[in-house]
Antibody
Framework: EVQLVQSGAEVKKPGESLKISCKGS????????IGWVRQMPGKGLEWMGI????????RYSPSFQGQVTISADKSISTAYLQWSSLKASDTAMYYC?????????????WGQGTLVTVSS | QTVVTQEPSFSVSPGGTVTLTCGLS?????????PTWYQQTPGQAPRTLIY???TRSSGVPDRFSGSILGNKAALTITGAQADDESDYYC??????????FGGGTSLTVL
C-alpha cells in the first residue's frame, strides 16, 4: 500500500528555520516525483515544486523559487521542505504528494499534511 | 504568470448534473496541459479524482468524468450527492516540470 507520512505540526517564531518531512512507503521511492503543496488558512491549494528522488532533479514554481528548498534522502525514502528564515506568511498547511507519471502528471497519493504556524 | 481560472462557486441540486470548468487567463486548455482534478472537504487532504484530462483515479465513481469542453477542461458530476459538497481544484501542466492550481470551486449541493 502506497503511503506518504508527513512529520508533525510545528510552531515556530519568525526568523527561525524549519525542515518538514514526507516519508514514502509501499512503492519505489526513487522512481516517482514527489511534490509539495501549500494551503494557507481559508485559501486554495498552491503548487510549490517537485523533486525526483532518483537523481534529485527539482522544479520550483516561480512563486516559491528562492523561498523554500526541496530535497530528498533516497536512502530513507524521505522528501523534505525547508525554510531558512520563516515569516508569519508561511503559516499554512503543507501537503506532500506523489506524481504517478512524469512531472506533467497530477498527484495520486497524498500525505496527511503538516501544519506550520509561525507566530511571535 | 498564466492564471488558471475556475468558477469560485457553483450550486447543484441532489441528483442533478454539474460541470465545473478550468481555463487559462490567456489561451485555450488542451490535453497537452494534462488537466487534473482534486476534491477537498474541510479539514481533509485533497483527493485525486481525474488525471490526464479524463482518467479516473482508483476508486473514484464513474459519475465523475473529465473532458475538454471548448477551450477549457471540465469536470462533470452526474447524479450529484450530498457528500459531493466540497471544494474542487484543477491543475494544469505549464511545461518544464511546472504546474499551476486553479483557485478552486466551492460546490454546494442543495
Amino acid at each position: 500500500e502506497v503511503q506518504l507520512v508527513q512529520s508533525g505540526a510545528e510552531v515556530k517564531k519568525p526568523g527561525e528555520s524549519l525542515k518538514i518531512s514526507c516519508k514514502g512507503s509501499g512503492y519505489s521511492f526513487t522512481s516517482y516525483w514527489i511534490g509539495w503543496v501549500r494551503q494557507m488558512p481559508g485559501k486554495g491549494l498552491e503548487w510549490m515544486g517537485i523533486i525526483y528522488p532518483g537523481d534529485s532533479d527539482i522544479r520550483y514554481s516561480p512563486s516559491f523559487q528562492g523561498q523554500v528548498t526541496i530535497s530528498a534522502d533516497k536512502s530513507i525514502s524521505t522528501a523534505y521542505l525547508q525554510w531558512s528564515s520563516l515569516k508569519a506568511s508561511d503559516t499554512a498547511m503543507y501537503y506532500c504528494a506523489r506524481l504517478p507519471g512524469g512531472a506533467y502528471s497530477g498527484f495520486d497519493y497524498w500525505g496527511q499534511g503538516t501544519l506550520v504556524t509561525v507566530s511571535s | 504568470q498564466t492564471v488558471v481560472t475556475q468558477e469560485p462557486s457553483f450550486s447543484v441540486s441532489p441528483g442533478g448534473t454539474v460541470t465545473l470548468t478550468c481555463g487559462l487567463s490567456s489561451g485555450s486548455v488542451s490535453t497537452s496541459y494534462y488537466p487534473t482534478w482534486y476534491q477537498q472537504t474541510p479539514g481533509q487532504a485533497p483527493r485525486t479524482l481525474i488525471y490526464s484530462t479524463n482518467t479516473r483515479s482508483s476508486g473514484v465513481p464513474d459519475r465523475f468524468s473529465g473532458s475538454i469542453l471548448g477551450n477549457k477542461a471540465a469536470l462533470t458530476i452526474t447524479g450529484a450527492q450530498a457528500d459531493d459538497e466540497s471544494d474542487y481544484y484543477c491543475v494544469l501542466y505549464m511545461g518544464s516540470g511546472i504546474s499551476v492550481f486553479g483557485g478552486g470551486t466551492s460546490l454546494t449541493v442543495l
